[in-house]
């Protein structure tokens, strides 16, 4: 039975960085030796090293779950009723948004219909006047006809 781990195959089996794996080695006092270009591991170390990642590993997750802020009943309750307003409000401006358009559009077509009117009426008045003049040179001619 192998006594000595390779430092490459334990960080395999563990599954964690390789500076990580060293700094929980230098915490705890952990040493490993060197035979050539390898590093090795005794099994106890190993299986303390595995240990102590994994006891690590659930810490971490268990902090993180801690770390999410529950809601008190009211304020989930106070919460949906914050969402359902915002919905009823966005809907509420899609509508408004919508007739604003329509309005638009009315205000559009009756200034174009002001502008044709205003235009008729100038034609009007143009052709009262046209009459209204050949009307006066008629009384007028027709007053230096009775003078002569």
């Avoid at 590093?39 to 590993?57: A, H, M, N, P, S």
């Avoid at 993180?64 to 919905?87: F, N, T, Y």
């Avoid at 604003?100 to 235009?119: C, G, P, R, S, T």
């Amino acid at each position: 039975m192998q006594t000595r781990i390779p430092v490459i195959k334990a960080l395999e089996k563990i599954g964690c960085a390789r500076n990580t794996l060293y700094k929980l080695m230098s915490l705890h006092g952990i040493e490993s030796t060197r035979e050539g270009n390898q590093r090795f591991l005794q099994k106890e170390d190993y299986e303390k090293l595995f240990e102590l990642y994994q006891t690590t590993i659930k810490r971490r997750k268990k902090q993180d779950k801690s770390k999410m802020p529950r809601l008190p009943e009211e304020a989930g309750a106070r919460l949906e009723q914050l969402i359902e307003v915002a919905w009823t409000e966005r809907q509420l401006n899609a509508r408004l948004t919508e007739e604003i358009k329509e309005l638009k559009e009315q205000i559009k077509n009756l200034l174009e219909l002001n502008a044709e009117l205003v235009k008729s009426n100038l034609h009007l008045i143009g052709s009262v006047r046209h009459s209204l003049d050949a009307q006066n040179r008629r009384q007028q001619s027709e007053s230096s006809n009775v003078d002569m």
